[in-house]
């Protein structure tokens, strides 16, 4: 029976993708997700004919069976391009059970597929499928009876796409996709995900399939309000006894540890030892050989846990974090107008509502000084600390520095406008003081200075810069790079050694201080010396973030708001500090490396100086020794910080897999998103390790990709023609997103070097759910919002995706380029004006000009008003697509620079940065075909 599904192209035309979804049997194996299509690819709703013969134990899966929703339009909908919302729904699901003592019963769906089906489905609705494809009632772990009396009831008018039960071993659906998480005992997918999902049994398969083998973490990521426990993770006392753990592998328990002897002892799930349970945590095991209290303990029922850790995992006590603003109030940055933005952005965020998470906070300024700017309560003016020794910089005393971030608003309102009346419009342009005439700024010894301001309490130093070290700490590198550019070294030039800068950020690390860099390019020509800025948060955990031709004047065009945004969004998230992170595997497998933003100490540990909900680690596995196919391997990831209100706490999310020896199933399990993350960070990793040029890191890119894909094809695929590029359906994307790679200009020849280490600094901590639009840029059909009826604009809207390419670029079509936080809206010239008043509320193209330019859409003042919450279809379809961005809109004009911009930007088309999509299948394809000659 083939159980295998792929995708085909013939005459290397772009893959044909299957429509619906495949209905397997026990004996086979489910297919992973949705098909999502191709961007090229024709709307084709026939499967695909070749498939391989492989089997998986029926134990391990149920039959289910997932439909389209909404008929031929849903269909079309679940193979749009990357970023849309894969949406099923179950056709003809039986009815529950009523629960006996918390059991509930997993539903299984009649084997039905085809036409018939997607009727039905068509017919019922927008129902969600809830994916539960395991039975835990065999006495190994926790299972799905528990959830019954606290399962959240979920509303299909409100949301649309999978409900995914965590405990089933397919791939998620894809992370920029809308998905509700239900805990099973596998933790979400948000925090951990594998890059397959049914793990080879041995190093020698995992060889053959040349994918790479890793977890991506994201430990503290945010969760849906769908989600079980309302997408919080549930925290234990454990601060008394400590959490429970094995004594050989020290990994905490969790639902698939298996309870032996009546419960008095305990089989680690990850090593296999023995433990004995502890007499406080002792309980008898019911006739299923589960623990009766298991639904009383987080631990034992969800996936993901935190406890609150006592004192023998405390080095000094515990306490808020502190904070200190660095301003760069250079020439250069005072007259380009970005010191007021800067100083206008901190003053909105503690001035706006809710809370942020340092505690104390301290203003700092640097130039040629470093200044310190404080005010103690009372007094009406403030007072200035200069640190005149810019190479060995030192630290003022913190006391009367700091202030309480809640309770000293009014006196940090008054520092800083202080600051920006000190450092005012007029003084830079020449009317007022001439001495910020001079181009001197200290950056690295200002931060240098401020980490050793709170080492004692450890927190973060906020370092804006605009401007490039030549002054003090670090200033004679930059003039060695100088006298690099004379000698026309490229590659030294872009990436330079950095010895000052890595000692003074591991210093940094070393006393828990974690550095978030803001920089500011006024031009795309102007250095900052990014490459080694970066190496601050790099090593201590912080975050990069960089605006290129920031525009700090006072009409401004939303750069502003932006960095309020951001900034707002750094100070209130979800973060810790003082982290050690440590990822254990079964038995067999062992972490080989980590890559991400942290310090480097032993091989087992991560050290991070600040953690938050945007960073991710990526952990690397390799094999040890052969697996039982038998059995599961799992996976747990420990994090042990104190949060933003002092607390020492430990999260833990665990992920269970089944082992398989079948290679076509380790294709079918793959994660894209997984597998692209584990990819790119290695060949960052390596971009400026190996002093790479552009050239060498897009071949090594493609070499990975025509490697997976020759491997597949070789082994999975060998009854198809010779004439056709076989694609497996889990990873037939992943060349258009290494086209989109390749082509970002970082990667090119002609490229500033700040762009370039830019680049770096973004993908070696990037989200999970960021990774693909950052590469990929969405094309929206805006103009098919206006044919909508109204009875679908009352809710959340669902926008077309197109394929991105200039083909789609019609008289009467109506488009919007959607990249990370810059969207290009083109008009064509037939367009008629009703729509156009639907689409912006305007009705002339000089008007949605002029409506664009003043919105940022996402965007909240510190009164909680939103930027952009005009009713306009437009605004509300970015909305939907980023939600939580703060995008900046920007009109295309016919014939304009802009446009010539945007035509570059599209993928699928053959551009001056690289080949088309169509031709580079066709360059794949050659060098698939040549490995077997």
Known sequence: RRAGSESETSDHGAPSSPGGFLAPTAASVPRSAPATRSPSASCSSSRAAAGVQEAAPAAVWRRWTCTSFRGSEARARARTAPGACACATSSAPPPVSQPERGQREVSRSEDQSGPDAEAQAGAEGEELQVFETRNYNSGTGAGTNGLAASEPQYDDRLMRGNILSSSASIPPPPTSSRFVVKDLGNCSPRFLRSTYYQVPVTKDVRRTCEMPFAVVCQPLAPGDPMDTNGGKVCVVDASKEGPVRCSQCKAYVNPFVRWLD????????????????????????????????????????????????????????????????????????????????????????????????????????????????????????????????VESPYAPVPSSLLLDAQRDRKELSAILRFVMQMHSFAGATGKGQAAYRSQESCATAAIHSCGKVIERTGGKVVAFVASLTNLGEGSEENGELQTKKAENSLVRMIWPKGDTYRKVAEELAESQVCVDVF????????????????????????????????????????????????????????????????????????????????????????????????????AYVKHEEKLKESQECSFQCALLYTTSRGQRRIRVHTLSLPVTSVLGSVYRSADLDAQMHAILRQEVHRFPLRKMQPLQVREAATAQCVNILYAYRRYCATASSTGQLILPEALKLMPLYMLAFNKMKPLQQKCEPDVRAALVAKVSAIPMQDLLPTLFPRLVALHKLANLPSDQLGGEIQPELLSCSSECMEDDACLLLLEESVGYVWVGLGVYPPVLEKLFGVSTFEMIQKKLDKTLVGYRDEQGERDGDDPCLCFRAVAALCPGKCVRLKFVARGSMAETKMLAKLIEDRTQNGMSYVEYLCHIHRKIQNKFL
């Open 262 to 389: 009546g419960g008095r002892r305990f089989q680690c799930n990850l090593c296999g030892s023995m433990n004995e349970c502890p007499p406080w945590y002792f309980c008898n095991l019911g006739p299923n050989g589960t623990r009766r209290d298991q639904y009383d303990r987080p631990e034992l029922q969800f996936g993901s846990v935190e406890y609150e850790a006592g004192e023998q995992y405390k080095v000094r006590p515990p306490q808020r974090p502190s904070c200190v603003f660095l301003i760069d109030c250079s020439a250069q940055a005072v007259e380009s107008g970005t010191t007021h933005r800067i100083c206008e952005a901190i003053l909105k965020v503690f001035e706006g509502e809710g809370e942020v998470a340092p505690g104390r906070v301290g203003i700092a300024t640097f130039g040629r000084t470093i200044e310190y700017i404080s005010m103690k309560p009372g007094q009406s003016c403030p007072q200035i600390t200069v640190v005149p020794d």
């Open 519 to 618: 920089c500011f390019n006024r031009t795309t020509s102007s250095h900052l010396d990014i490459a080694r800025l970066r190496l601050f948060p790099e090593c201590s955990g912080g975050s990069f973030v960089g605006y290129t031709e920031f525009d700090g004047s006072q009409s401004g065009n939303g750069d502003h708001k932006r960095l309020v945004h951001d900034l707002r969004h750094n100070l209130t998230r979800e973060q810790g500090h003082e982290a050690l992170l440590r990822v254990r595997a079964s038995a067999g497998l062992e972490v080989e490396e980590y890559r991400g933003n942290f310090l480097v100490r032993t091989s087992t540990d991560v050290d991070l100086a600040g953690v938050d909900a945007d960073k991710t680690v990526v």
